[in-house]
T-cell receptor
């Protein structure tokens, strides 16, 4: 069974600084990997996804993520954080035989300070 | 394009009462998901529909939870009777027809349930 670990429960970053959120997964084959963002009182919004090919994936809102098979990781990055990036971020993994079922990590809460 | 609609947005009930949540997916989306998100955790899939058929309900507590999608469009999730541990946000998501795992899931705003 697949699983996802987000080691950081909470991260505080200054506006304009870079951000990296960690995600480690466990899955026997090549996984389908996703990053979602959840703003307060809102549903989840897809930032980016990886299925195959180029291991560096570009997403919306200036985010990117890199798939590293050797490290079983799919870390999310943004070069310069804006105050509007304060939210909770979820990494998720899906399997080809899962009919769309996603396994979500516990999330990382990002706080942006002035 | 209208997003996924859910109602109510908030609900407070006492334990052992029943409650129902409604979801209207994006038009044309064949797949519909119900997730439970407990505070401090990621969403957990409860049930997945493909049109009006159930694809996966392995994590649905069937002794108290039920869900239906009779006409393959909107869906209702019911809890009867509710327990304290059911306090959570219930998220509905939908995705277009296609290889399900590759399709983007679009989430509604959720229903926040508090069981007292």
């Amino acid at each position: 069974a697949q699983s996802v670990t987000q080691p950081d429960i909470h991260i505080t970053v200054s506006e304009g600084a870079s951000l990296e959120l960690r995600c480690n997964y466990s899955y026997g084959a090549t996984p389908y990997l996703f990053w979602y963002v959840q703003s307060p009182g809102q549903g989840l919004q897809l930032l980016l996804k990886y299925f195959s090919g180029d291991t560096l994936v570009q997403g919306i809102k200036g985010f990117e993520a890199e798939f590293k098979r050797s490290q079983s990781s799919f870390n999310l990055r943004k070069p310069s954080v804006h105050w509007s990036d304060a939210a909770e971020y979820f990494c998720a993994v899906g399997a080809t035989d899962s009919w769309g079922k996603l396994q979500f990590g516990a999330g990382t809460q990002v706080v942006v300070t002035p | 394009e209208a997003g996924v609609a859910q109602s109510p947005r908030y609900k407070i009930i006492e334990k052992r009462q029943s409650v129902a949540f409604w979801c209207n997916p994006i038009s044309g989306h064949a797949t519909l998901y119900w997730y439970q998100q407990i505070l401090g955790q990621g969403p957990k899939l409860l049930i997945q529909f493909q049109n009006n058929g159930v694809v996966d309900d392995s994590q649905l507590p069937k002794d108290r939870f039920s869900a239906e999608r009779l006409k393959g469009v909107d869906s209702t999730l019911k809890i009867q009777p509710a327990k304290l541990e059911d306090s959570a946000v219930y998220l509905c998501a939908s995705s277009p027809p296609g290889l399900a795992v590759q399709e983007t899931q679009y989430f509604g705003p959720g229903t926040r349930l508090l069981v007292l």
